[in-house]
Structures are given as C-alpha cells and as structure tokens.
C-alpha cells in the first residue's frame, strides 16, 4: 500500500515489510470476529470525544492565566472566577467558567516538539512520533478496541481528520470525515450514505452478496496485504452504514429539539459539537472535532477575544451540558487539545505568542472523572510545569484506561514488530481518583 | 511554514539521539571496539588519543570544527531542544545543527559573561553546566576523566581557537564497509568513519559521528556506528558528520536463494537486468509475467489515464502476434489520453493551482489555469523534450523579445477572446509558473523551483543546516539570489518601471479609473469579460529587472573575502549581502556566479540544470515517472533526493537518468523503457520471496487508481459503446485535464479520491489512500447510480433491445396499476362531465390533463411488454445474448472474461432478478464495486 507521506523531508519507512508476517497482524476475519462477539463494555466511558484545536491555542490567556505575572508575560486578558472556587480562567470563557465543575483542566502538560506537525502527531497518538513507524490515532485505536454498531462508522471526524491517521494499524481503521458542519436547523448528512428510496432493503442485500461473490480476484493476498484488507473493510462497512436509517439519523442534528440545538449555538465548532453529541447518542464510539486558527504569532489578543475563544467557550460548554441533559457524560470521555502552548514571553514585534511546547494545557471531561478541578500546575510565568509535569503519554494513557482500553496493550505492526499502544506514559493517577 | 517543517525534521530524527547520548556519557570513556588501523596516513580516534591518561597540557589541541563542534552536536547540545533553539536556551544560543561555526564560536566566547573563559578554564560555563557542577536544565551531559572532557578541555587550554579564514575544509566522508550483507540475525559490524580535509589531513571520525538507521527492523546502529543485523530486508545506516552524509546499504536477504542458489533466467531488458541485480542480493525471486488483459488494464490506465474499451480490449486478447504488447505501447503513447494524463501529472509537479493566481488580472478564474494545462498539453503532445518544456518554464517572462506593452496585452487579449482562434498554448513561455501568489519572494521561488525541476527538498537550509542533506543556510542563501531580479508586475512595467500605459489603456476602454467601487475583482471581471468580446485589454506581466551595475572583480573578491572573515561583525555582513543580492548566486553544490552582467540569471540556473554532471535534473522527472507506473519510486518518497535517502538502486536509477538525457529528454523513451520492460509487465501475484516487498519492483504492487483515473473509469465504464469511444478519443472534458485545481467548486468525487491540491510544493498533494467515503461514494453515491442508469449508458443500450420481461409476482402489481389507473380514468371522466356542465373551462383544461397524463401511464405500461414467462425463461431462450452481455460487462470494468464461476453467479442472479434489466444494473454495480476495478493491478 501507499505509505502515508509528509511533506518534511522525512523519509518514514525506507524498507520491505518483512518478518514475521500475520503473526500478530490483526487480520479482517478476526476482527470480524472481535466485532461479531458480544465486545465485553468496559467500566465507564463507552465513548470518546476528541477536541484538537489544530495551531496551539495559548495556556495563558486562556485556562491557565497568570494575572500576576510581569506585563511582559501577562498579556491583555483578565482572569476570572469560575463556579469552582480558587479556580481561575480567561474572562473570554463566562460559559466555561461558570460550568466548571463538569470538567478538569491540566496544567503543565509538558514535551519538546514545538512544531505543528509533530507536535500534531504526539498528541494525537499519544506517542512521540519516530521515523520508522507512524503511530495510529485515537479514533483509530478506539474504533479497533471498542468497535460499535455495525450500520454506523466507528470513527467520526467533522470536519476532517488533521493529524489522527491510523498509523500502523491500516486504513481500515480511518475516520470518516463529513467534510463539512452542520448548518443550524437544516438537514444534515453525509453525503451518499441514505439509500435510494426505489432500492428495497432485500434488493440491496442480494446485491451485496453478489459483490462479495464477484470481489474475489485478490483473495490470494487478502490477509497479507493492508489495502485489500482495508478496501474489504470499507465494503462491508458502507454498506451497513447505507442499509441502515439509523446512520442518517445520526447524522441529522435537525432532528434535535430546537430547545436542545440553541445551547450550542450557530456558530460551525458549536454545530460540529452538537453533531458529536448526537453521534456519540446514536453509538459511534469515537468522534474528532478539528477547530483550528490558534497559531497567533500575530494579533493573539484580538483573534482569540473576537475570534477563536466565543465559538470555543459556547460550543465547549453546550457540550459538556448536552452531554449531561442525554446522560452519556459518565459514559463519554472528552479530551481537548492543541499541539502546544505558546510562548509566555510576549512576542512584542508582533504582539503575538510564538510556538511553546514546554507547557500547554489540556481538558478532560465525562467518562467518570470528577469534575471541577486543577491537575497540574505551571510555574509562576506559565513557562513550565512547577514540578515534573505530564506528557501527552501520560494523558494519553489516561484517556485509554478511562475507555477500559489498557494502554500497555501490544499490537503487532504489519511486519511484526510489537507495539505498545501508548509506549511511555503512564494514567494521571490525579486525575482517576 | 519553514521553521515549523524544519524544526519537525530535527525533532523527528533526533529525538531519540539525546537519550542516546545520555547513555553514551554512562558508558564512560569505553568504546565498543577497538580501533582498526588499516591506513598509517589516517589520523587515529579521538577518543584515543584523549583517554584520561593524555590530559596533561602540551597534547594536541583539538579544532573547533573537526572535533569541538562534532562532539557538542554528539553531547546533544545543539539539539532543538536545546542550545539549538532559535531562541537559545537559558541564554545561550548555538547554531541548529552545528554548521554555524562563526555564530557559534562568537556565542561561546563573546558577550559579558561568555561561556568558554580561555583565562579560567574551570570557571567557564561551557564546562561547568555540561558536568553540572552549576545548576543545568539539560542535565549532565560531560563526566570529567572522560575523552569528551578532556576534549573540550584541552581545546579551551589552547585558546578555544575558531576557524580562521585559511583553514581545510570538509571535502568528503568515507564509511567502511560500503555495503553490509548480513546472514544471520545478530550479526555485527563496526562503521568506520574517515574524514577528508583540503589539506589532505584524513581523520578517523567514527567517535564525532551521528549514526541513524533508515529501518530498526533490518539494522540497528548505536551511537558508537556499531551495526546489528535485526531481520530480513533492504535499508541503510546513515553516518554524519560536518557535511558529510553517507548511507551504506544493509542487505539482510529473504531466502537463501542468493548468489550461486538464484535461479537462472533471461532478463529482456537493461532495466530487468539491473533490477534482478538487486533482487539475487536480497534472495527475492520475481513473479512471473502478467496475463493479457492485466497488462492491457495496467498500461491503459498508466500510460493514458484511461480504462480500455471493449472492443480494444476484445482484439487485444484474440491477436496472437508475439509483439502485441510492444505495439500496444507504441499505440497508447500515440493516444489523446497520453498527452492529457501527463499533463496533468506536470501541473502536479509544476503547481498549477487556481487559487495561486492573482485575482487581479483578466485571466482570473480558471483562465490562467486553463492556459497553463494547455501550454504543457500541447508540448507533451507532440513529444516535446523535457528540457525544451523545462526551458520554456524556467526562462518565462511574459512578453516577446522586442514586445511592446501593448502589443503584449493585444496578444493575450486575442488568447482570451471567443472571436479569435489564437492560442496561448503555442506561445514559447509560461509565466503563470512566475505569477503564483505563493511563488513571489525569493525564499519561496527557491524552494518550489527546487521541488519542481531537481526533486530536492531545500526547507531546512533556510535556516540552519540541512540534517540530511549537505545543505547548509550559506548554499540557500546563494541559491535564492538567483530569484531576486525576477518578479510579477500586475499593472505592467513599462520603460522607467511606470504603470502608465497600464492606466492609458484601461481609459482607452472608457474605464472610470476614479469610479472606486469598480477596482479589484469587479475591475479584471469587467476586463476579461471585455477580452472576450475582442477588446484589449491590459495585463500584468512578469519581468526581470536589468542587473545592477557592475562591480569590478577586485571589488568582488574583496567583498568576499570581508564575508569569509572571521572577524566580520555580524551587521557589516548582512549590509555586505544585502550589497551582493542580485550580484552573485550559486548553484546548489556548485561555484559562487556572477550575475551583474546577465540579462536573466534564470539562464544560468537552466544551463546548470542541463548539464551532464547535474545530478537531479533528470534523476528527479525518471524518478518521479517510474513512481507513477511502480507506486513507489527508485527514491521514495519521489520528491526527496537527499544524501540522506538514497535510491532503493542506484544502478537502476543511473541507467535511467542518463537515457533520458542522451535521448535528448525524450520523454516517450523513458515510457516505453519502463513499460516494455518484464519489470513493468509483472504480475501482482506474490510468491514467498517477494510477499512483503514493495520497494525492489520484484512484482507489480496493486495501488488504487489515481482520482482523475477513476473518475473517468467509472464513466467509460457505463458509458454505451459510441460514448465510450468518444471518451477515449475526446479528452478535452474528462477528469484526467482537468483544469479546475484550487477552484472553490471542485469536483466533489475528485476530491475524496485524492486529486492533488497542488499546493504545498510536496507530491504527497495527491492522495492515494482509500477511505470510507469513497467506497460509500462507489456504493451509494447518486452521481454513482446516475452514471451506470443515465440516458445512453451501456446499460440503457443494451436493455432497450430486451423487453422488461418480470416474473409472474410482478404480473400482480401489474394488474393492480392497470386497475388502478382505469378507476381513476373512470373518476375523472365524471367530473369532466360535470365540469361540462357547469361550462368551467379551467377545471375541463386541467381535468383533461390528467386524464392525459394517465393514459401516457397507461400506455407506458403497456409498452413494457409484460411477458407472461419469468427472466428465467427468457434467460433460457436467449443464452448466448445473456452471456454476450455479461461478458461486456467484465471487460468493460476489469477488463478480462468472466471466469465460469463468475459467469454462473451472474447468470443465477440475473435469473432472480425482478427485471433483466435490474439485474444488468446490478452486475455492473457490483463489478464497479470490486477491489479488482478499484485497483490497478
């Protein structure tokens, strides 16, 4: 198959794919197997929502604020209370504030990548990336281990997946992108996935079948080789998705009770929130919202104050309620992140924050943590994490472990090679209690 | 967006090196082999000759650049993370990579409290932090009694002397062995690494290397270059050091099928003798040759972008002549889709993307992008060579020799008008290649004409050294001075750089130039729209400003030799180069030029470019080619030749390279030298040797369809036979030229299957991983159902002839219809009476109407020939048709015959389905659905 490439000059896997080959390779018939048995429900969360705000959205002026920090770190925002006492954030999240104690935000998660792409990759695979193997994603990771009703796809992405590819674990595992954001109130779906109204559900069926009948010219390599295996993957998938009212329904945020809708606004990242809501109602086991603009080099007071934080405060805390009002907030876990801070020195020729990877922040919510807390702490100008600090592996393995998924799991690359699924972190114990 | 690239490229690779050389600093002074002493004339280890016994001062003094700098980027202090922050770290700054040795040096010594103390050594920070003896973020990075200690030590105790103007310089690395062969898993081997200076001074360096290994699955190297065989396969181990950048082969074979054990067999051509060449090292035994029909499929939608019709594919399989395959060839190369596919695949590479246009000139909205693709079409029609195209790209500007302004807009005005039958594709340039908005300053044009014509990723250097590459920030600085007299003008320039007969002719159109809302889109709308109504109208152009006046060679050389100084003060020098911008440029890996006296210093660069000895010219477009016909290139991916990334081999993609260029870079011999190769006619199906490699072209690798190709294969596919026909030969509205990139209404199906956006100089634009949606797109889409039922499809036509026959249950519904509508006849006739009556005549009209209306149905039904028998008697009545039909159907999708299996499941379904019609539809539906169709293969 195509190896995924980058545009970085970085060679990412200059070799055969040799050695001992379907050993531990996660073949479709056993997946299907996997799939077909009653899949046992992990404790809590049975869902998850991943929020990457793709640019590195800044620590300082917005959950981690420093209002006693020299000028030239502080910058233009006030802090404000919020519903939890002692806890402060932006004055640019009322919403958030006054919702609090729904979530948990951490402090002083830490790592070194202070480069978008990179730093894309690491949070969001939870490993730190390496030339030779391109980890999978969270949606990638978690449509594998939890699975989900078959006539819906298992893993979601509005509008599209940035850096959360599948990585070793192959195509088949890749998210379906919508492509585009609900428009408030209007039908929404995805585009070729409702059936022909003159095709009966038997017609299709039968079909089918004669597809599978015909579609065996590469039957010889369908276990060795990833892209048929992912190409018989998608097959099967579509057409359950296809043959199913259940997809379309999903899908239609319309559907919604208008009163439910308001709370999530008009803008497209509230929209895209109340379409993850209601997937993740309807069964899809894990959904990524990409809601990028963070990268301020330039004008990050006024962009983040007009621009980037009312859509986020808004949609973030809809969703948070939402969740809550259908009562899947214990069973869905939500994590929100960008790639990095930025610098909580000013940058004061462009009145901006530059790239900052030594500190960062990170939400977590549902799933059964408790909410309205603080993990995690900076030191007193936000450049650091006061003692060692969590990495992106370590949320990473928190995330995983809240889905009952064991993060030491080993998985076998397509040569063989073992992997773990997070490879060095560790749960924030913190943050499980 | 370079520092983020450039920065990822560092943290990627060396993000492991830093524990690595924490490690390193526990293992003490210890190396893991003894030094090899083959040559006298090679200096000895470093770490030899500074174990802690030879501490005592009076030892040799170590450089800075041989061994200081080395050993700071081995210590991870340059890393960055660390010192090697653009920032610097803790407020001490060294150079990315270590290549800035006058900064760094500087850093070290200068400032109020520098680093390195020559008059107190073990004051000095450089020593103190590293053994953290004071407080260091990094940690401990230096243990006293140890080589790398006394190393920087005995520098300091020697004045921590710089590079001083005079001194060698770096001329080449050599890593021992040159080739690794392993047998058996564990297997070691210990790199040596010699340095080559200007003053034949050779060192063995092996200590002051950074080791990579391009696979941990085949090879392991630790930091000390000591390599372990891990299991089978074909990578390198990489040493590095200064600017050398040296990957040695690893070769683990498969099987025991090597050397004496291969098997013997003919090789057809040069390129299958170079390639079993490699495949006899790694024990890999090809797969044999590919059948008829996969080779017809294969080089059909390779070679032309286009799936082969039915009766092409039918003569094809019946000719017995021994040469078909050859003239097959031929013929395709001769095809309209040749010329269309490839083309397109040359806007990829070149960056031909609407949105890069500037909005601001008449040809906005998909008219540059047209006359872009047109111009490489037409070149690549009638087999123009690949530097005479190149030519007319790189020496672009937009007017005629002797051109006046207005002449200038009267022919590009004549291009743009319905009237005239002018087109832009015959004149000699494209400067739409110079007028993208993100190929304007000199930093980018250096880099996309970089990506573009030599495959070479120069990001990095931007700004500090190249990791993997010889590049260095001082070889992109020279390169992109050769870019700075180029530039677009959007409102002409005419004599003395004016816009004034811009502004003449816009009030020669009565244009109210002082109407302000009529500026910007509204303005070049209204023009374009007057160009196309046979008017002139003015445009913007690309020119190149006249050199600046000569400096004298003495003048020259005296400036540089200031710059080389080691005294120089960093203002002085950037004064000095902004002096030079313009003046001077070099070649990458080549002489500073001169360029005051040169009309267009684009010429120099083109004649570099051609010339024997460059090395990525033709290496780039023959790389780039065979990728598209293997799915992965010789190099890979495509667009990255780099020291760091050598060819899986070598020979292959020398041989190729130098054809190309002494057929004159003919672009059609490169073609039928890969496709007549057995190479290229292989077959997809593996055997145990070969299973799991997809780099050494040892069988065919099935890739999906590229999005364009797929397209156009879903509608050749159902389209009827004239349709089918036209669509071979009339390529003009297929996806394959499509001309449409970066316009905001794209193609919908174009985009989900991976159409390159072209937009980020990187031939990962395309995307050739299939997804979800795509097969939902394939399955259920109704541009999808739209194609395969559509008014003149295959289907259409071949079920026009047969009667809707249905089985005896659709008899019922039948005569429920037939019912149903005679009831409301009968209804509508009473209220016709009544409305009669009452004389209403709009209720009549529209009563009459209807009725009207129902008796169309009911003829409609009728007409459908209700046959009182089941498909299943007429399949039995007309055996041969149904096979006829069948058989149509799996040519014209995957393109061989049914086998008696598949023919048998077609028949049995056909034979349940409620029409024959319905069961047609769904035959092909399903063919259209196979892996076997989404596939090239």
């Known amino acids: ?433 | 967006m370079w520092a983020k690239e450039m920065k990822q490229i560092f943290e990627r690779r060396f993000a492991g090196l830093l524990v690595a050389l924490l490690a390193l600093l526990f293992f003490s002074s210890q190396t893991v082999v003894a030094a090899t002493s083959d040559s006298t004339a090679v200096v000895s280890r470093i770490d030899e000759r500074f174990d802690s016994s030879q501490l005592e001062k009076g030892s040799h003094v170590p450089e800075f650049r041989q061994h200081v700098v080395p050993l700071l980027g081995r210590l991870g202090c340059n890393g960055r993370a660390c010192h090697g922050s653009f920032q610097g770290q803790g407020g001490f700054q060294l150079s990315l990579f270590g290549y800035d040795f006058e900064a760094d040096h500087r850093n070290l010594l200068e400032g109020d409290d520098p680093r390195v103390r020559v008059d107190d050594l073990d004051a000095s920070l450089f020593l103190q932090k590293p053994l953290e003896q004071v407080d260091h973020e990094g940690g401990q990075r230096l243990k006293k009694g140890t080589w790398q200690y006394a190393v920087l030590k005995r520098w300091i105790e020697g004045g921590a002397k710089g590079v001083a103007a005079g001194d060698a310089t770096f001329v080449r690395l050599d890593v021992t062995p040159h080739e690794i062969v392993a047998r058996e898993r564990g297997q070691t081997w210990q790199l040596k690494a010699v340095a080559v200076w200007s003053d034949g001074m050779q060192e063995d360096v092996t200590p002051l290397c950074r080791f990579r290994t391009n696979n941990d699955q085949v090879a392991e190297i630790d930091e000390h270059g000591f390599v372990t065989a891990k299991g089978p396969g074909d990578s390198h181990v990489v040493a590095f050091y200064d600017n050398g950048v040296v990957p040695v082969p690893v070769i683990f074979p498969v099987s025991k099928k090597t050397g004496p054990e291969y098997p013997e067999f003919e090789t057809s051509t040069r390129i299958d003798e170079l390639v079993v060449k490699k495949l006899r090292k790694l024990g890999e035994v090809p797969s044999g040759l590919c059948s008829d029909g996969e080779f017809l499929r294969r080089a059909s939608l390779d070679i032309t972008g286009t799936l082969p019709t039915v009766s092409e594919t039918e003569a094809f399989l019946s000719d017995g002549s021994p040469n078909k395959r050859d003239t097959k060839i031929e013929e395709l190369l001769e095809r309209p889709g040749y010329a269309a596919w490839w083309a397109t695949k040359l806007c990829d590479w070149t960056g031909n993307n609407d949105r890069n246009q500037p909005n601001n000139g008449p040809e906005q909205r998909l008219r540059a992008s047209r006359f872009w693709y047109e111009w490489i079409h037409g070149k690549v029609a009638e087999n123009q060579s690949y530097d005479k195209i190149v030519t007319g790209i790189v020496l672009a500007r937009s007017r005629l020799d002797g051109e006046s302004y207005e002449a200038y807009c009267e022919r590009m005005s004549s291009y743009l008008s319905k009237e005239d039958n002018a087109s832009f594709a015959d004149q000699p340039f494209l400067p739409y290649f110079w007028t993208r908005q993100n190929f304007r300053k000199p930093e980018e044009q250096a880099l996309g004409f970089a990506y573009t014509f030599l495959g070479v990723r120069i990001q990095c250097a931007q700004c500090h050294k190249h990791p993997f590459d010889q590049w260095t920030k001082d070889d992109f600085d020279r390169f992109k001075n050769f870019f700075t007299r180029v530039q677009y003008a959007g409102k002409g320039r005419t004599d003395g750089g004016n816009t004034k007969a811009y502004r003449d002719m816009l009030v020669a159109l009565d244009i109210d130039l002082s109407d302000k809302d009529l500026k910007g889109n509204r303005l070049y709308k209204q023009l374009g729209q007057l160009a196309m109504n046979g008017k002139t109208v003015p445009f913007g152009e690309v020119v190149v400003s006249p050199p600046r006046a000569p400096i004298k060679a003495e003048k020259l050389a005296g400036i540089m030799a200031e710059m080389n100084s080691e005294k120089i003060k960093p203002k002085k020098k950037e004064q000095l180069e902004r002096f030079l911008m313009g003046r001077t440029a070099t070649v990458l890996g080549g002489k500073e030029m001169r360029l005051d006296e040169i009309e267009d210093p684009r010429e120099i660069l083109l004649a570099w470019m051609l010339e024997e000895s460059n090395p990525y010219f033709s290496q780039s477009l023959v790389n780039r080619v065979w990728a598209s016909y293997f799915n992965v290139g010789i190099i890979e991916p495509p667009d990255d030749l780099s020291l760091a990334n050598p060819p899986s081999n070598p020979d292959l993609l020398n041989y190729l390279a130098e054809g190309f260029r002494r057929s004159g870079f003919d672009m059609k011999w490169l073609h039928r030298e890969i496709c007549k190769s057995d190479t290229y006619q292989r077959s997809w199906e593996p055997n145990a040797t070969n299973l799991n490699d997809e780099r050494n072209f040892g069988r065919a690798v099935a890739r999906r369809i590229p999005a364009e190709v797929i397209y156009d294969a879903v509608r050749t596919a159902t389209a009827g036979d004239r349709e089918a026909m036209e669509l071979c030969s009339l390529v003009e509205k297929r996806a394959i030229a499509d001309t449409t990139v970066g316009s905001y209404n794209n193609n919908y199906a174009l985009e989900i299957f991976g159409q390159s956006t072209r937009e980020s100089n990187c031939d990962c634009d395309r995307s050739m991983e299939p997804s979800l949606l795509q097969t939902v797109f394939l399955q259920n889409d109704k541009e999808m159902l739209d194609a395969i039922g559509r008014r003149g499809s295959w289907l259409d036509e071949v079920t026009r002839t047969i009667p809707s026959f249905r089985d005896p249950a659709a008899k019922k519904i039948y005569l429920e219809r037939t019912e149903s509508i005679d009831n409301e006849l009968a209804e509508l006739k009473k209220r016709l009476e009544n409305a009669t009556k009452d004389g209403n005549k709009a209720a009549i009209k529209a009563i009459q109407k209807s009725m009207k209306a129902r008796e169309a149905s009911k003829k409609a039904l009728d007409d459908s020939s209700f046959f009182p028998g089941s498909v299943a008697e007429w399949i039995s009545e007309n055996q041969r048709l149904v096979s006829e039909i069948i058989e149509s159907a799996y040519l014209r999708t995957v393109v061989r015959h049914p086998t008696e299996t598949e023919m048998n499941r077609s028949v049995a379904y056909l034979r349940q389905s409620p029409t024959a019609k319905d069961g047609i539809r769904d035959i092909l539906w399903a063919l259209l659905n196979t892996k076997e169709f989404a596939l090239n293969h």
């Open chain 1, 1 to 433: 198959m195509a190896i995924h490439r980058t545009c970085d000059g970085v060679l990412r896997r200059d070799f055969l794919k040799l050695g001992a080959l379907g050993t531990g390779g996660l073949s479709l018939s056993s997946y299907l197997r996997w799939t077909h048995a009653a899949p046992v429900q992990p404790k809590g969360a049975r869902a998850a929502i991943f929020i990457n705000l793709p640019g590195g959205p800044s620590h300082m002026d917005t959950f981690d604020p420093k209002p006693d920090a020299p000028s030239e770190y502080r910058g233009d925002f006030k802090a404000i209370k919020t519903s939890v006492p002692g806890i402060q954030i932006s004055e640019h999240l009322p919403k958030l504030a006054r919702c609090m104690d729904k979530y948990v935000i951490l402090r002083g998660i830490t790592h070194s990548l202070a480069a978008h792409k990179l730093g894309q990759e690491y949070v969001n695979t939870g490993n730190r990336p390496i030339p030779s193997l391109e980890f999978p994603g969270y949606g990638a990771v978690v449509s594998r281990e939890l699975g989900g009703p078959g006539e819906l796809p298992h893993n979601v992405a509005i509008p599209k997946n940035n850096q959360g590819g599948t990585g070793y674990l192959g195509v088949k595992y890749a998210a379906l992108a919508t492509g585009k954001t609900p428009t408030p109130g209007l039908p929404f779906s995805v585009r070729g996935m409702t059936l022909d109204g003159s095709l009966t559900i038997s017609d299709v069926e039968r079909r089918q079948m004669l597809l599978e009948d015909l579609d065996q010219r590469f039957s010889l390599i369908q276990e060795k080789n990833q892209l048929v295996e992912g190409l018989d993957r998608f097959t099967e998938q579509a057409y359950k998705i296809i043959t199913s009212p259940k997809a379309k329904e999903a899908f239609d945020t319309s559907r919604e009770s208008s009163s439910f809708a308001a709370q999530f606004g008009e803008t497209k990242f509230g929209q895209s929130c109340l379409l993850a809501t209601r997937l993740v109602e309807h069964g899809v086991p894990f959904v990524t919202i990409s809601y990028g603009g963070w990268d301020t080099h330039r004008d990050n007071w006024n962009a983040l104050k007009n621009k980037q934080l009312p859509p986020l405060d808004e949609g973030l805390s809809a969703l948070f309620a939402g969740l809550e009002q259908k009562g899947l907030l214990d069973s869905t876990s939500v994590l929100v992140t960008g790639e990095f801070g930025r610098t909580p020195k000013i940058n004061t020729t462009r009145n901006g924050r530059d790239h900052y990877a030594r500190a960062m922040f990170m939400l977590m919510a549902g799933g059964g943590i408790t909410g309205g807390r603080v993990v995690g702490e900076t030191d007193d100008t936000a450049s650091g994490p006061r003692h060692d600090g969590y990495s992106p592996d370590d949320v990473a393995a928190t995330y995983y472990s809240l889905l009952g998924i064991n993060p030491k799991k080993e998985y076998h690359t397509s040569t063989g090679r073992p992997v773990m699924i997070v490879r060095d972190g560790n749960p924030i114990r913190e943050l499980l209690s």
